[in-house]
């Protein structure tokens, strides 16, 4: 069959576009660009009524339902999105012709068609003879080109070559030459990697192309049989080299290479309970395409080692992914809810960011009872006969049918998910023991279980530093607290309030302590009460002068005349101690739970404490917590410090 019968269709269009570019331009980063196309429905599924469960939002981003909450889609954004009626040209134009002017500056380029089995990477790379992919249309225009820049009279005669090589079970195979067996990768001394043995053709024209790709694509695919689960479960790599030589003095030369890779199918095949060889291959295939995974995301984040040695196929791309190479990964996804878990695992491989958006599909899942996921998986994983006894009459009513929607609008196309009651319990098995993971990392809620590794690590940062930067804060307040004091206990005005025990916050409302210390009632009930009858008691807090309350002393014995143009809480040091005392009573023999009631204390922070008692005993006192491994010195300081104050306002809470 020839696949190329009718090349005069994809030539010209945009060809124009491409033309050589200076060399002295500085090449651009190596960040590999990720667009991701969504195929339209195939095999009259949409016909059939099903909807989508995948969408485009605008030329960069989609959003797909959230398997984990039917009220929420997960939004990606990327360096380009086709959506299902996009044109093999559009996808060529957009994403693959702009990086091609490299190779004529000696620079290497490679486009890489990712994705599931199914989802169109072959017809995105390959295409028909109706509808040329990217591989006959970037064949087409480069061979325009250097014949254009090669010609008689120009400065450099240029000539291309053409390899076409498999990697099958991480052994390379040339296709041009079956029998040569695997083959070696190597790098020469200048960080070129090389195939020595690899069939290279030279080729001048199209047809040239034709007559070499098409029976290696045979050689491809022996066997009706082997013909899918062979090109699923292996990568075809075309290589194409450009060369030039300068005509004149000083004979430079120059050398661009494009790999054209239609990648194996993403899926995970475990799911299938592929057995034996099928097994291996998924194994060598996930192993491949992890590590692509992991070399495009230390590219793009820019870290200093880049594993490309760690498979084949990313060793073969060592040159040509990073460095000054320019890269295009086309993440290939399908509207079928069958593909849903694959679709949003390459999402999640090709994703740069991700966001959850509330969008609740009003007209189906509110009617819908959902269930919490945990709840249900428990039951599709006891299997579904346990699965039924176990289930009351209300949980019976979710594997009944969805009511049905109304119209759809705009913003309702999407459609629920698929009912978890009906997935297959493997796939929601690994979904609940990717969420489990998730959650046993960190306490970083909801967006963190749903956000992609590398961001979740972001994020954790950014909270970290905000951290550090409210620390830092506090530090500073506390520096003008002991300004104000220190200026205070040289104005005779003020020295009934000066003593070692007051604690004076800033003299501005806005920034006063006084205002947060009406959210200080998160004190444990006990100690509140306690602190209430305690003799010992005694706040005081002044208020700014010409307010409606003038002067609130809980001792009635403070003369009015005391007051102040600005806001101070006194605590006496009997009721500091006291209130240490009791932290530490709490620090003791608290659970964690009543930990969690202090300020400051979350749950982490509460297990972390609970778990050095037992291994180490009490707390002889409350600066112990510093000891604490994953308490620092300075969050126990702001501890005490939340804590005492939120006792005196508790106090104050109490008795006013
Ligand atoms: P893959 O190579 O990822 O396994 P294929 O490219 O073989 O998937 O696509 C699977 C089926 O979907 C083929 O019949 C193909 O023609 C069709 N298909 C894929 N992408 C598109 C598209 N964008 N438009 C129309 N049909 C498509
Ligand atoms: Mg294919």
Redesign the pocket.
Same mark, same amino acid.
């Given at each position: 069959m020839i696949w190329f019968a009718t090349p005069d269709l994809y030539v010209g269009a945009g060809r124009c576009r491409l033309s050589k570019v200076g060399a002295g331009r500085r090449p651009p980063p190596a960040r590999v660009r990720v667009a991701v196309r969504l195929r339209p429905f195939v095999d009259g599924t949409a016909a059939a009524g099903e909807p989508p469960c995948v969408r485009g939002l605008d030329s960069c981003s989609l959003e797909i339902a959230n398997w984990r909450n039917h009220q929420e889609t997960l939004k990606y954004q990327f360096d380009a999105f086709y959506g299902e009626r996009s044109s093999q040209q559009d996808i060529y134009a957009g994403s693959v012709q702009p990086i091609l002017r490299h190779l004529l500056e000696g620079q290497n380029a490679s486009v890489l068609a990712y994705g599931p $089995?199914g989802a169109g990477? $072959?017809h995105t790379m390959l295409g028909s003879p109706e509808q040329p992919g990217v591989i006959p249309r970037a064949l087409m225009d480069l061979l325009q080109l250097t014949r254009e820049e090669g010609g008689e009279g120009r400065p450099w005669a240029l000539s291309v070559t053409m390899s076409y090589l498999e990697i099958y079970q991480e052994k390379v195979l040339d296709l041009l030459d079956p029998a040569s067996g695997d083959l070696v990768i190597r790098e020469d001394c200048r960080g070129n990697i090389l195939i020595p043995g690899l069939t290279q053709k030279p080729i001048t024209s199209f047809a040239d192309f034709e007559r070499h790709f098409l029976p290696a694509s045979r050689n491809r695919t022996v066997g009706a049989t082997r013909l899918n689960q062979r &090109? &699923?479960r292996s990568h075809a790599v075309l290589l194409v080299k450009v060369d030039q030589r300068e005509r004149l003095a000083p004979f430079r030369q120059r050398e661009g290479k494009l790999y054209l890779i239609?990648l194996a199918g993403s899926e995970d095949n475990r799911r299938t309970g592929n057995k034996g060889l099928r097994l291996k291959e998924s194994g060598a295939i996930n192993s491949s395409l992890f590590v692509l995974g992991k070399v495009v995301d230390a590219l793009n984040q820019g870290l200093p080692r880049v594993p490309y040695r760690d498979s084949k196929l990313t060793r073969l791309l060592q040159d040509s992914l990073g460095g000054s190479a320019h890269s295009i990964l086309i993440a290939n996804i399908a509207p079928e809810r069958r593909f849903y878990l694959d679709t949003v695992s390459a999402l999640n491989f090709a994703a740069r960011s991700k966001e959850v958006i509330n969008r609740p599909f009003t007209n189906e899942s509110l009617q819908l009872r959902v269930l919490a996921p945990i709840k249900l998986s428990q039951k599709e994983l006891v299997g579904p006969s346990e699965a039924k006894r176990a289930r009351g009459p209300e949980e019976e009513e979710i594997g009944s049918p969805e009511p049905t929607a109304a119209p759809a609008s705009a913003s309702q196309k999407l459609s629920p998910l698929q009912k978890l009651s009906s997935m297959d319990p493997a796939v929601l098995e690994r979904l609940l023991s990717l969420d489990r993971l998730l959650g046993s990392q960190g306490s970083q809620g909801t967006h963190g279980l749903n956000t992609p590794r590398r961001e979740r690590m972001v994020l954790m940062k950014t909270m970290e530093e905000k951290d550090l930067e409210i620390e830092r804060l506090k530090m500073k307040q506390k520096e003008l607290e002991a300004k104000v004091l220190a200026q205070e206990a040289v104005d005779p005005k003020d020295k009934e309030n000066s003593s070692p025990a007051v604690l004076r916050p800033l003299a501005r409302r806005t920034v006063t302590v006084a205002k947060p210390l009406k959210k200080a009632v998160v004190m444990p009930l006990q100690l509140i009460q306690e602190q209430a009858a305690s003799p010992n008691a005694e706040i005081h807090i002044l208020k700014k002068k010409g307010r409606k309350r003038k002067l609130e002393s809980l001792d009635a014995s403070e003369p009015e005349e005391k007051a102040e143009d600005c806001w101070e809480l006194q605590i006496s040091p009997e009721l500091l101690a006291h209130g240490r005392q009791k932290i530490l009573d709490l620090l003791n023999e608290g659970s964690a739970r009543d930990l969690r009631s202090l300020q400051r204390i979350g749950q982490k922070k509460a297990q972390l404490i609970v778990g050095w008692r037992e291994l180490h005993g009490p707390f002889s006192q409350v600066e112990d917590l510093e000891r604490v491994e994953g308490i620092s010195g300075k969050q126990m300081e702001s501890f005490l410090k939340a804590n005492i104050l939120g006792l005196a306002a508790c106090h104050r809470c109490d008795t006013s």
């Open positions: $089995t990477k $072959t &090109s &699923s239609d």
